[in-house]
């Protein structure tokens, strides 16, 4: 750790690798108050998408599972196990690609007689979580996204598909229908004393909380400081050419304010790192500090990222800016 302790009421709201990483520096610096994690049910791809299809599971596990590992405190070999994805291998093909812990929750969920709510209770109880995690609805919804174009994707399996051709970009998303947020998600913002977005895909991790209906509402009304975490790298398809400034642009319009603090990596990254990234056609996200400054009270600058072969956060940097060491 770099000496930030956090105490309060935190609440993350996002989904995937970025937002895992800030839960699991959280899980860590909690020192006192309440950490819980909210997570979009729109997701539509991987083992998410065959439960539905092949089980009837009503609602996507993928980003609930992450948070819940994320937020373990368990010995590592049951976060692993939640972690597990079963390879192609003899007489297992019906399994191949499906996450463990995704069915894990679909059995807890059937042992709860399909309430998810309970299910992921137990998981907690299973993984010993810091804090709750939350599914942001308990509704099924289709995330959809109009490209400048007019062109209509639906679905966030195909909105977040690699794309060999470049395509327009979006112009808007929305959920159909519109969910309402569960009253334990509320609750959570409501009694928020920060309130975290992101780091995530734009577009399909981050946006379809805030599309929820009542989550905007329950962020505003609360006293939370609201801090945005700037992706390291733009997604090819989704935020192509975005600076750090277009991101809080785009999140302010649907949260209806802008947030109180931003976070941006404003270091250079290594050669050899993001040639890593040439065949996702992923770039640096520009920092556009003095563009961010116009839009937001607080900018937080500096080096953000993990040394590491790949380019993601640095859980503890991001957290020391956010609570310096007292």
């Not at 609805?137 to 007019?150: F, H, I, K, M, P």
């Not at 060999?164 to 947020?181: F, G, K, N, T, Y």
């Not at 920092?287 to 640095?314: E, K, Q, S």
């Amino acid at each position: 750790m770099l000496g930030s302790k956090v105490r309060g009421n935190v609440t993350v709201v996002g989904g995937g690798t970025g937002t895992y990483t800030i839960l699991r520096g959280l899980r860590r610096a909690m020192l006192d108050g309440q950490l819980t994690s909210i997570h979009t049910t729109a997701d539509s791809g991987g083992s998410s998408r065959r439960l539905m299809d092949e089980f009837g599971v009503p609602l996507p596990m993928g980003d609930l599972r992450q948070g819940l590992v994320a937020q373990s405190r368990h010995r590592r070999i049951w976060r692993d196990l939640f972690n597990y994805r079963f390879s192609a291998g003899a007489g297992r093909s019906g399994l191949t690609g499906h996450s463990l812990g995704n069915l894990i929750l679909h059995a807890l969920e059937d042992l709860n007689h399909g309430d998810l709510l309970e299910a992921l209770f137990d998981a907690e109880e299973l993984l010993n979580t810091v804090g709750h995690v939350l599914p942001v609805s308990l509704a099924q919804t289709t995330l959809r996204a109009e490209l400048d174009d007019g062109t209509v994707l639906d679905g966030e399996h195909v909105i977040d598909q690699p794309q060999s051709e470049a395509r327009a970009p979006i112009r808007r998303v929305w959920l159909d229908p519109v969910p309402q947020v569960t009253p334990q998600a509320r609750k959570a913002l409501e009694r928020s004393t920060h309130i975290l977005l992101g780091p995530g895909d734009l577009y399909t991790s981050i946006l379809p909380n805030l599309l929820v209906d009542g989550v905007c509402d329950a962020i505003r009304g609360s006293d939370a400081e609201v801090a945005f975490i700037v992706n390291l790298m733009t997604k090819h398809g989704e935020t192509d050419g975005y600076s750090a400034s277009d991101f809080v642009r785009a999140l302010t319009r649907y949260l209806g304010r802008a947030p109180d603090a931003v976070v941006v990596h404003t270091e250079p990254h290594p050669l050899e790192r993001l040639a890593l990234y040439a065949d996702e056609r992923a770039a640096p996200v520009p920092a556009d500090a003095d563009g961010l400054r116009r839009l937001c009270g607080r900018v937080l600058t500096g080096d953000f990222a993990m040394d590491n072969p790949f380019i993601r956060h640095d859980a503890d940097k991001v957290l020391a800016a956010l609570w310096p060491a007292e």
